[in-house]
């Protein structure tokens, strides 16, 4: 493994692996507080999980349109004033 990885190839997937899948459990974990599911059975572990995920991708987009969804709301318009 520490061939593969050490590897031209094996270093571009795990920089990709770093930038993209590792911080959104981080911040479900540390950020939303999941540190272990609090329900039993997988049908409510996984139901557990697609909240949490919901959460994190609703906080994304909140984050995302807050800054871009009205940029012209900062602006006086002149038929106003």
């Not at 997937?13 to 997988?42: C, H, M, Q, S, W």
Request: aromatic share 10%.
């Amino acid at each position: 493994m520490k061939r593969k990885i050490d590897s031209l190839r094996g270093r571009m997937i795990y920089g990709k692996r770093i930038g993209t899948a590792e911080p959104v459990f981080a911040d479900i974990r540390f950020n939303k507080g999941l540190d272990y599911f609090t329900l039993g059975g997988k049908r409510k572990v996984n139901t557990q999980w697609l909240l949490f995920c919901l959460v994190h991708d609703l906080g994304k987009i909140h984050q995302l349109g807050s800054a871009t969804a009205w940029p012209e709301a900062g602006k006086k318009h002149s038929s106003l004033a």
